[in-house]
């Protein structure tokens, strides 16, 4: 073996120069970092006052300047050297980082790339110490005259680095991330006033909060930069386990935006990225939102920095859990509880016969409730109907929340039962109550209806005797209150602090929904056995489909026999699928399912959309008084009332001041 003591090697030590230039590609990647950083420091410095000017998108100038500690002469030269911090001294200490910034490479990084001018003082100094370091190499070091703090200039920024320089995309791209960055920063530090110029031109004028409170403070900061017509949609999240905690804001559901441009999560005050925790809110807000929106939040969680790794990124935007998923759904249900409790979700009382009110109903009312359903006793099928009752293999039907058996409402609807209601529960689907639900809602056939004569759900309000004219009344039995029909398209009531007005297919999507997710999660569908099979001639891609999604389906409640070739024959279907129909829903539904590469829940709520789009009430299709209290009386059952599944709202509820200035 050769003796490496008297051969130079291959090896060697990088310089100084060239180890912060090759940090400075992960450290300084546009100018946003560098604003990053400089503000970092000056909080980190104590600053009451930061102010941010910026010259073409910062590629000409990000100049900080703040009012915090200031530094020493020897530190002011010491900055710029390569892992020189205050903020760490011992390994222990990167276990307890309270700090924005602790690694000592951003000045060296920044300095490398650019032309810095750093001037600074101490309020015991009489005078200040002025820094200049171009390309990494100091160039001149002198006392001046300046202010208590510090500000930093950084001037041309990538100017030796040409390749770099040309990957900065446009300036309204960078001005962006300038304004991102300044924005995360500045809400989470309300205490202190945040100020940014671009081009001399003021971007943010923001004062410190006089109010000591948290949730004051950073209410007034989040209008401050967001715009102060948005108050009321600000709703506050606090709430603790034994180990974290967390409070700030999320928006209400009609403040959501089209990307996540307006999330801002911080951990222990230092703001992150993790799109696991925020989808973690959105899920909180389930269908509450239109398909691809996103909520608003600023959200601050506290805990112990032993459970948090914030030394595991670059620009420490991103840090490691512990125990992520245990924070997951510590977020969700958190949120979930602030958009329930802040009356987020329509509030009705429970009216009697009488229609008087007998108490407040909260969010947490709508909530199915734990009960035994017993097994329904259809009425058999006609010799001209189609099908008969249950399928017999489809299983004991699933518990669910019970109808009030002796007629009174129950606290869930405010509409009271539908005349003609049973004692005894007929069905059950979950969210969705089990009572005697409209033949014209769910598919049910009593002997002599549809075609075989009566009125059928087609027919117009004029060949039906119970069915009103739009605009006119429908009284209800036992006194309930009036129910309106608006063009066979809306359902319209008064309650007792205004007007509640439905969207009557929303709501039957909602109840459908919920009845089928019910049933998929369940594994175990109600079907209705068809009396004569229906042959189904699938085309290929709906036949290789069917393979993928049969389990589902027969957990929907279709039984489906493989004949030969494409052809399939249908021997029953969920008793909501309308008569004569039952073959174009399958195929409707086949048509427009996914692959199942999605995990199973999405998948299932995918199947559950589809399924309740097929068969939900179409707009201007007429439904008798009974139809219209049941549809309600299920809504309110539901999980999620107030929207469809897409989150378009179901219903819209009226004060009486709300009126009033409508007039």
């Known amino acids: 073996m050769a003796d490496d003591a008297t051969s130079d090697g291959i090896i060697r030590v990088m310089s100084d120069r ?106 015991e100094d009489d005078v200040g110490t002025q820094v200049r370091v171009e390309g990494g190499d100091p160039v001149d070091r002198r006392p001046c005259a300046t202010a208590n703090g510090t500000s930093v200039a950084v001037k041309n920024l990538f100017y030796n680095v040409p390749a770099r320089r040309n990957f900065l995309k446009t300036p309204a791209t960078e001005l962006k991330h300038l304004s991102d960055t300044f924005q995360f920063l500045a809400l989470s530090n309300p205490e202190v006033a945040f100020r940014m110029e671009h081009n001399d031109h003021e971007l943010y004028d923001l004062p410190a909060a006089q109010d000591d409170g948290f949730f004051a403070a950073t209410r007034e900061r989040i209008l401050g930069l967001f715009g102060d017509d948005d108050e009321e949609a600000l709703l506050a999240v606090d709430d603790a386990s034994s180990d974290v905690s967390v409070r700030g804001f ?223 009344p429908a009284s209800g039995a036992g006194g309930q209150r009036p129910l309106w029909s608006v063009h066979d398209t809306y359902l319209l009531s008064p309650t007792n602090e205004g007007l509640l007005l439905v969207d009557q297919r929303a709501a039957h999507l909602r109840v459908l929904y919920e009845q089928a997710l019910t049933q998929l999660r369940g594994e175990r569908g109600e079907a209705q056995q068809l009396l004569f099979p229906q042959t189904v001639d699938l085309p290929p891609a709906q036949a290789e489909t069917l393979e993928e999604w049969l389990p589902d389906l027969r957990a929907l409640g279709f039984e489906i026999e493989r004949m030969s070739g494409r052809t399939v024959a249908l021997r029953s279907v969920p008793a909501a699928v309308p008569e004569g129909k039952e073959p174009e829903v399958l195929q409707d539904i086949l048509q427009t399912t996914r692959s199942r590469t999605e995990v199973q829940d999405e998948r299932r709520k995918h199947l559950a959309r589809q399924f309740a789009r097929q068969n939900a009430v179409r707009r201007g299709q007429a439904l008798a008084d009974p139809e219209r209290r049941r549809l309600l009386n299920d809504l309110f059952r539901c999980e999620m009332p107030y929207a469809d599944p897409s989150g378009n709202p179901t219903l819209v509820r009226l004060s009486m001041e709300e009126l009033a200035e409508l007039l």
Not at 94 to 109: D, H, K, P, V, Y
Not at 355 to 380: C, I, K, L, V, Y
């Open 18 to 123: 060239l180890a912060n230039k090759i940090a400075a590609g992960e450290v300084v990647q546009r100018p946003a970092s560098v604003a990053k950083e400089l503000i970092e420091n000056a909080l980190d410095a104590g600053a009451s006052s930061v102010d941010l000017l910026v010259k073409d998108a910062g590629s000409t100038l990000v100049q900080v300047v703040d009012d915090g500690c200031g530094m020493s002469a020897p530190d002011a030269v010491r900055c710029f050297q390569r892992h020189a911090t205050s903020k760490i001294g011992s390994v222990d200490d990167l276990e307890r980082i309270r700090t924005l910034g602790f690694r000592g490479e951003a000045l060296a990084s920044i300095a490398s790339v650019s032309q810095v001018e750093l001037k600074t003082k101490r309020v």
């Open 250 to 472: 999320v928006g209400t559901p009609d403040r959501h935006r089209s990307a996540p441009s307006q999330q801002f999560l911080f951990v222990n005050e230092r703001y992150v990225r993790d799109r696991y925790l925020s989808h973690a809110v959105k899920k909180a807000y389930g269908e509450l939102l239109p398909d691809k929106t996103f909520p608003f939040f600023a959200l601050f969680l506290s805990m112990d920095p032993r459970r948090v790794d914030v030394n595991v990124h670059p620009a420490k935007s991103e840090v490691n859990f512990d125990d992520e998923s245990g924070l997951y759904g510590f977020l969700t249900s958190a949120v979930r509880r602030t958009l329930r409790r802040q009356n987020v979700t329509p509030q009705f009382r429970a009216e009697g016969p009488d229609g008087e009110g007998e108490g407040g109903a909260s969010p947490a009312s709508f909530q199915p409730r734990s009960a035994d359903a017993s097994a329904s006793s259809d009425t058999a099928a006609s010799p001209g109907n189609a099908r008969s009752g249950p399928n017999p293999s489809s299983g004991p039907a699933p518990s669910g929340p019970a109808p009030s058996g002796n007629g009174a409402p129950s606290a869930d609807s405010p509409f009271g039962s539908s005349p003609g209601s049973s004692s005894g529960s007929s069905r059950s689907s979950g969210g969705v109550p089990p009572g005697e639900q409209s033949e014209a809602l769910y598919g049910r056939r009593a002997p002599g209806s549809g075609r075989d004569g009566g009125a059928s759900p087609g027919d117009s309000p004029a060949r039906r005797p119970d069915a009103q004219e739009g605009g006119k």
